[in-house]
């Protein structure tokens, strides 16, 4: 038995979902999938941009100590 999904509050085997509506189905569930992927590639940007912000204010301070700024 496949898993119940529930729309709009009310739940609905998948195996008794006609051909479009299986379909729109797994368009929700691909979509989303993809919205998590996307998700989890902006974090790892979010992390890195984070990260590169942070060494280039350190090599500043780092040259200013050592007098090299102008």
Not at 18 to 37: G, H, P, R, S, V
Request: net charge negative.
């Amino acid at each position: 038995m496949s898993d119940m999904i529930t729309i709009d509050g009310k739940e609905y085997n998948p195996e008794d979902l006609d051909e479009t509506q299986k379909y729109y189905l797994m368009q929700i569930n691909m979509t989303q999938q993809e919205a998590d992927n996307i998700k989890v590639k902006l974090d790892q940007m979010t992390a890195s941009n984070m990260f590169f912000k942070d060494q280039l204010a350190k090599s500043l301070l780092t040259e200013e100590d050592n007098g090299k700024s102008e």
